[in-house]
C-alpha cells in the first residue's frame, strides 16, 4: 500500500494558521482581495459583470487600521 506524504501540505497549512493567529482577519481578506482580483481580469476580457461584482470594484478599499 502506498502512503501520501503529506509533510509539505501539512507545514503550508501551519504557515497560513500561524499567519491567521498573528493578524485575525488575514485570511478573509485574502479572500476578497482574490475575488476583487478574479473580477478585475473578467472586466479586461471584456465579460460583463453582475451588480454584485459592479459593487465590489467600485467599494473603496479599506486599510488595516479601518478595518479595526
Known sequence: AFVRDTKQEDKEKQTRKSWED????????????????????????GEAL???EEQILN??????????
Open 50 to 52: 453582475t451588480e454584485e
Open 59 to 68: 467599494a473603496p478599499r479599506l486599510t488595516k487600521r479601518q478595518m479595526l
Open 22 to 45: 498573528s493578524e485575525p482577519g488575514r485570511a478573509e481578506r485574502a479572500k476578497k482581495a482574490r475575488r476583487k482580483f478574479l473580477i478585475e481580469l473578467k472586466k479586461e476580457r
